[in-house]
């Protein structure tokens, strides 16, 4: 299920030109070293840009990179008790939560 999420957010990414953003920092003559300091999808696509992958290859490295990018985050969450994780559809739990927030954070 996460899977299908991030590849799913990748074709909206590339469906809203990431590629060509990427291309056109190509363009403006970034250095690769600046290039690779936004991200790791940055790097990816770079690296297709620049032959050194295949398209294949950098869709792997994108969805791998960001299954591990969730899965670091959904770690930090677990460990930091103060952060509450709840589904978008449980309307008054998330009602609940908020007014306990702001009654006892006054």
Known sequence: ELEGKIIKRMH??????????????HDMKLSQK????LGFEYQAVSDY???KIT????HEQLVRGQM????????????NKEIMCVAANEKMKIRKSI????????
């Open 12 to 25: 909206y990414w590339f469906s809203s030109g990431f590629l060509a953003d990427v291309r056109r920092l």
């Open 34 to 37: 600046r290039i690779e300091e």
């Open 49 to 51: 840009l620049n032959k």
């Open 55 to 58: 398209k294949v290859e950098m």
């Open 68 to 79: 591990k990018y969730v899965k670091r985050q959904m770690r930090w969450f677990r460990r």
């Open 99 to 106: 007014g306990e927030f702001l009654t006892h954070k006054k």
